[in-house]
């Protein structure tokens, strides 16, 4: 069953969420949602490699969505997914 968050407690738990990310990845996230950068312009500031921007973006992103459904649902869908990748 889905807990249906206020959206003063979904602001409250993705600044929690943004709070507890290692500084990179925080500053990759905001840098490519909120500033609009591309990942190449990142990776040129940050001597940072295109694919690796990328990594530290989709940990944001699975940092976000653990913060805001829970571990456990998100460790359930991975499962559910190497299953039925199995198959």
Known sequence: MREELSDAE?????????????????????????DNLAYPEIAERTGLSVRQVERHFAKS?????????????????????KERSQR
């Open 10 to 34: 979904t602001i409250a738990r993705l600044e929690r969420a943004l709070r507890r990310m290692p500084k990179l990845q925080r500053e990759i996230f905001l840098a490519i949602r909120f």
């Open 61 to 81: 992103l699975m940092h976000i969505v653990d913060a805001q459904v829970g571990g456990a649902t998100w460790r359930r869908l991975f499962r559910c997914i």
